[in-house]
C-alpha cells in the first residue's frame, strides 16, 4: 500500500491525475494494470505499467501539496509514444517541485482492517477476534454486517446500547486531543466514509437516523463540551449517561454499526496525531535544550541518539526517527510527558516552562473568529500596544503558534510542528543565554525543595522576568481577543492593569485554603472543585492552565504544586506529634519523680518546682492539642505559605487586576461552600446520636443563644442563623444521610461562612456535655487521665486541677472531631446511608482497634 492524494479534473484527459491535498487514496496496482483508489475507483484504466510504475513511485514518495495549490500535474498518457524514458523525468520534476512549495507527506498511516475490527470487538466486549486467513479474505463490509447481526443477537437493548457507549467512549478520546481543526478529516473519515463505504455516493442523502447520527457527533466534536473537562473525571459517569440520553434509541443497522466504527477509526488517527505531536515536542526539546533530564525515565532509551544541534531535521531524517521510536504501536503508544517544572526558576525551568506554556495556550485560545484579511491586523496591534521592545520577540512566537493552531491542532502536521518548535526553542534558549551571568545555584532541577531553601532573589533575575514577561504576553493576546470578540472590530489594544500586590496575596491566602486538606480526606476537594469550576464559567485559559498547575491534577504536564506542600504539612504533623508524646514522657517522669520523693524530709523545699513544672507541662500540651488542625491549613504554616506565596506571586502577577478579583471572587465562594461542609456533618452528628429528649436540652440551649445575639448581629444576619435552626429541628426526628444532605446540604453551604462558624459553635456548646459523656461510658479513659489517678491530691495545686479538668474536656471533645471526619468518609463514599446504627465513640474505638492490629 502507497499513499497518494488525487484529483479529478472534468476538463483534463482521464488518463491524468491532478496531485493536490483535498482527498487521501490509497491505491494499488492491480494484475489489469489498472490503479485503484480503497473506494475501488479506477485512475486511468489502460496505463502503462511502466506508467503506473512512474506513478507509484511518486506517490511513494508521499508528496503533498496544499490546499488549493495546483502546481504538480503528472500526465500520464496512455500512449504507445510515451515510453518508459519518461519516468527519469517525472519523478525528480514531481519531488523537486514539492521541495521548493514545502510539501511533505504525512505519517499517519490509515489502521489496517485487522487493527480496526480488533479494537472493535473489544470495545463492544465481543470477544477476541482471530484475524485469521479466512477473516482477512472478507471485504470490511462483510466484517460490519457480522458485527451487526452479533449486536442483534443480545437480549434486550444490550445490542445498541453497547454501540452507543462506544461512540462516546470515542467522543471522550477525540476531546482528549485538545482543539483539532476538525473540518477535513471529518469530511474523509466520516462523510466520505472511506472504509465502511457505507456511503458510496455522498451527493445522495443518508437515511434520517444516520444522518441525524453523523450530525449529533459532529456537533460534540465541533461545539462546546458541555461540562466535559480532561481535567476531572469524577463527573465523568454522569457526563456519558447524559450523552446516552442525548443520542436517544439507536436501531443497530449497517448503517449505524458502519458510523460507529468510521467513528472509532476517526478517533484512532486522531490519538496517533497526538502521538506524533508529543513527538515532535520531545524531538525538538532534546535537539534545543538539556531535555531529557534525569528524571525522565519514561523517555529512557528512545532518545539516546538524539543530541543537542542547530541544525534542522530533513523530513526524511524526522520520519525516520519517528520510526525507530513509536512505530510499533501509532495508536495506542503513551504520548510523550514533560513533567511540570512549575516552582523552578533556573534557565532550564524558565526555557521548558515557556515553551510548554505558549504551546498549551495556543492550542487552546480560538481565533477562528478573526477573518483572515483582519488577522495580521491583530497583532499588529499587539505590537502596538507593547509598550517594552523586549516583548516583541513574545509576542512572535505567540504568533507563529496561534497561526499553526488558528483553526484547531492540525492533523498529520507533526514534521512542520516539530519545525517551529524546533526554531522557537532555540531562540528562547540563545535569549536566555544571552542573559549576562550563570545561574548556579540549583544544579539539582530535580528537586522542587530547591525552592524552599533559597529567595527568588537567588535566581538570576533577568530570567524570572523574562518568564513573567512571556505569561504577560499570554494575558495580553487572549485580553485582546475578547475584546475584538465582544466588539466585533479590531480597534487599538489598551491594557488594562495588573493585579495589585494585596490582590496577589488574598489570591495566595484564598489558594492556599482550597489546598489545604479539611478532614484529612482527598474527598473534600469534590466539595468545590476549583479546576472545573474555571473552565465551567470560562476563565481566560492563561488563568485555567497557571490553575491546574497550582492545585494539581492528574496531568503531569501541568504539574502538582499541592501534591507536594502536603508532604510539608504531613512532615509538619509528624513533628507535632512527636513534640506531644515527647510531653507526655516528660510530664510522666516529673509525676513519677514528685510521687518518689513525696515521703523525703526535704520534699515541701522541692514540692512547689516539681508543681510549677507539672504546670508549664499541661500548658505545653493544651498548646499543641488546641486546634490541631490549624497548623494543617497551608496559610498557616510559615514555610508551606512563604513557599506558596513566592510562586503564586510569579505565576498570577501578569494577569489583569479585573480577572485577578474575578478568580478572588470564586475562591471565596470556593472556601465558603468547602469550610461549611464541616458543619453539616457536625449538625448531621450530633442529631443521629441523640434520642428526643436530649434534642430538647439542645434546642432548648441554642435558641436562648441565639436570642443572646440580637444586640450583636444584624436581624437579616440573626434571621438566617433563626431559619437553619428552623431546619434542622425539623429535620431532627431524620436519620437518613440522603434526606439530610438533600434538604439541608445547600442551605449550609450558601450560608456565610461567619455565620456558618457561629451556628457551628452554638450547637457544639450546647451539645457537647451530652455528648462527652457517652463518649466517656464507650471509650477508654484519656492518657492524660490515667497518668494522675496514680497522683495524690494533696501534691496537686488546685491550678493544676483546673488545667487537668480543662485539659480532659478538650481531649474528650476531640474525640468527636476525630470520629465525625470518619463518619464523613464512609456516608461520602455511600458504605453507610444511617449513623443512627452507631453509638458516639464507636468508630474510634474500632480505628484504634484496627491500628494495634497492625502494630
Known amino acids: 500500500m502507497m499513499i ?61 501539496v496544499p490546499t488549493r495549490v495546483y502546481l504538480l500535474v503528472a500526465y500520464i498518457v496512455t500512449q504507445p509514444s510515451t515510453t518508459l ?14 521541495v521548493v512549495v514545502g510539501c511533505w507527506g504525512g505519517l499517519i498511516a490509515d489502521p489496517a482492517p485487522s487493527e480496526v475490527f480488533k479494537e472493535v470487538h473489544a470495545q463492544l466486549s465481543l470477544g477476541d477476534l482471530n484475524w485469521g486467513s479466512r477473516n482477512r479474505k472478507q471485504s470490511n463490509d462483510c466484517h460490519i454486517r457480522k458485527l451487526t447481526d452479533k ?67 459532529y456537533k460534540w466534536c465541533k461545539g462546546k463540551r458541555d461540562g466535559w473537562s480532561m481535567y476531572h473525571t469524577e463527573n465523568e459517569a454522569d457526563w456519558v449517561t447524559s450523552k446516552i440520553k442525548e443520542l436517544g434509541e439507536i436501531k443497530v443497522t449497517r448503517g449505524t454499526v458502519s458510523i460507529a466504527v468510521d467513528f472509532h477509526i476517526f478517533a484512532m488517527i486522531w490519538y496517533s496525531s497526538g502521538l506524533y ?16 533530564y534525569d528524571d525522565e525515565q519514561v523517555v529512557g532509551s528512545k532518545v539516546s541518539f538524539w543530541k543537542r544541534t542547530d541544525h534542522l531535521m530533513e523530513f526524511k531524517e524526522y520520519q525516520q526517527a519517528a520510526k525507530m521510536t513509536i512505530i510499533d504501536d501509532p495508536y495506542n503508544g503513551n504520548y510523550f510527558q514533560f513533567s511540570s517544572n512549575l516552582g523552578r526558576y533556573d534557565q532550564d525551568s524558565c526555557h521548558l516552562n515557556i515553551l510548554k506554556n505558549l504551546i498549551s495556550f495556543a492550542q487552546a485560545l480560538d481565533l477562528s473568529f478573526i477573518h483572515e484579511e483582519s488577522y495580521l491586523f491583530f497583532w499588529k496591534s499587539l505590537h502596538a500596544a507593547a509598550d517594552r521592545e523586549e516583548l516583541h520577540p513574545l509576542i512572535e512566537y505567540l504568533h507563529d503558534f496561534c ?17 517551529l518548535v524546533s526554531q522557537t526553542s532555540l531562540k528562547i534558549m540563545n535569549h536566555l543565554d544571552s542573559i549576562t551571568g550563570t545561574v548556579s545555584v540549583t544544579n539539582d532541577k530535580n528537586n522542587i525543595s530547591t525552592l524552599s531553601k533559597m529567595s527568588v532573589g537567588d535566581f538570576n533575575e533577568e ?7 512571556a505569561k504577560l504576553v499570554m494575558n495580553f493576546v487572549e485580553e485582546f481577543s475578547q475584546h475584538v470578540k465582544q466588539k466585533g472590530i479590531i480597534s487599538r489594544f489598551y491594557p488594562k492593569p495588573r493585579a495589585t500586590p494585596a490582590q496577589i496575596r488574598h489570591l495566595a491566602f484564598l489558594i492556599c485554603d482550597q489546598m489545604s486538606m479539611i478532614y484529612n480526606l482527598e474527598l473534600d476537594l469534590m466539595a468545590h472543585n476549583i479546576n472545573k469550576e474555571l473552565e465551567l464559567h470560562e476563565f481566560p485559559h492563561v488563568i485555567q492552565h497557571d490553575m491546574l498547575g497550582i492545585m494539581g491534577n492528574q496531568h503531569a504536564s501541568f504539574g502538582n504544586l499541592r501534591e507536594y506542600l502536603i508532604q510539608k504539612i504531613i512532615a509538619s504533623r509528624i513533628e507535632r506529634s512527636a513534640a506531644i508524646n515527647n510531653m507526655y514522657g516528660q510530664l510522666i517522669e516529673s509525676l513519677t519523680k514528685m510521687k518518689s520523693e513525696s515521703n523525703h524530709p526535704s520534699f515541701n523545699q522541692l514540692k512547689q518546682r516539681y508543681q510549677e513544672d507539672i504546670f508549664l507541662k499541661l500548658d505545653e500540651l493544651e498548646r499543641l492539642h488546641i486546634h490541631p488542625h490549624t497548623p494543617d491549613e497551608f496559610q498557616n504554616n510559615s514555610s508551606v505559605w512563604g513557599e506558596a506565596h513566592r510562586i503564586i506571586l510569579l505565576e498570577l502577577s501578569p494577569i489583569s487586576h479585573e480577572n485577578a478579583q474575578k478568580l478572588i471572587v470564586e475562591l471565596k465562594r470556593g472556601h465558603r461552600i468547602r469550610r461549611n ?18 434534642k430538647e436540652i439542645i434546642f432548648m440551649v441554642m435558641s436562648h443563644e441565639l436570642n443572646k445575639l440580637e444586640d450583636i448581629l444584624t436581624p437579616v444576619k440573626l434571621n438566617k442563623l433563626k431559619k437553619i435552626y428552623d431546619v434542622i429541628r425539623g429535620l431532627s426526628s431524620e436519620t437518613t444521610y440522603d434526606v439530610w444532605k438533600k434538604i439541608f446540604f445547600e442551605k449550609i453551604l450558601q450560608l456565610e461562612h461567619d455565620l456558618a462558624l457561629i451556628f457551628d459553635d452554638i450547637l457544639k456548646d450546647a451539645s457537647r456535655t451530652i455528648l462527652a459523656n457517652k463518649s466517656n461510658a464507650v471509650c477508654k479513659k484519656a492518657k492524660l487521665q490515667t497518668m494522675f489517678e496514680a497522683i495524690d491530691d494533696n501534691l496537686l495545686t488546685p491550678q493544676i486541677n483546673r488545667k487537668l479538668k480543662h485539659l480532659i474536656q478538650l481531649l474528650t471533645a476531640q474525640r468527636m472531631e476525630y470520629e465525625i471526619p470518619m463518619m464523613a468518609c464512609l456516608l461520602i463514599k455511600g458504605e453507610i446511608s444511617d449513623f443512627s446504627t452507631y453509638q458516639v465513640g464507636d468508630l474510634l474505638t474500632k480505628s484504634i482497634e484496627n491500628m494495634h492490629k497492625i502494630l
Not at 461512540?167 to 466514509?193: N, Q
Not at 505531536?277 to 531529557?292: E, G, H, K, V
Not at 493552531?405 to 492540525?410: A, C, D, L, S, V
Request: proline share 6%.
Open 463 to 469: 530570567i524570572i522576568e523574562f518568564f513573567v514577561k
Open 403 to 419: 497561526t499553526t493552531f488558528k483553526n484547531g491542532i492540525p492533523f498529520d502536521n507533526s514534521f512542520k510542528y516539530h519545525q
Open 4 to 64: 497518494v492524494q488525487v484529483r479529478y479534473e472534468t476538463n483534463l484527459p482521464q488518463s491524468v491525475c491532478l496531485v493536490t491535498h483535498p482527498l487521501l487514496a490509497i491505491i494499488e496496482v492491480k494484475h489489469n494494470c489498472a490503479i485503484r483508489t480503497w473506494h475501488g475507483e479506477t485512475i486511468g484504466e489502460g496505463i502503462s505499467h511502466q506508467h503506473q510504475s512512474a506513478l507509484v513511485e511518486a506517490a511513494g514518495a508521499n508528496l503533498i
Open 85 to 98: 524514458a519518461m519516468k527519469p523525468f517525472v519523478i525528480p520534476w514531481l519531488v523537486a517541485s514539492c
Open 677 to 694: 461542609a464541616p458543619v453539616f456533618y457536625d449538625t448531621y452528628y450530633v442529631m443521629t446520636q441523640t434520642n428526643e429528649k436530649e
Open 151 to 217: 449486536l442483534n443477537g443480545l437480549p434486550g437493548e444490550d445490542g445498541p446500547d453497547r454501540l452507543v457507549r462506544m461512540m462516546v467512549g470515542d467522543v471522550t478520546a477525540v476531546f482528549l486531543c485538545g482543539r483539532i481543526d476538525l473540518k477535513r478529516t471529518w469530511e474523509t473519515y466520516m462523510l466520505e466514509s472511506k472504509f465502511s463505504r457505507r456511503n458510496p455516493d455522498p451527493s445522495k442523502p443518508l437515511p434520517a437516523e444516520e444522518e441525524n447520527l453523523l450530525a449529533t457527533l
Open 277 to 292: 505531536d508529543s513527538f515532535a515536542i520531545a524531538l525538538a526539546l532534546s535537539r534545543t535544550s538539556n531535555w531529557p
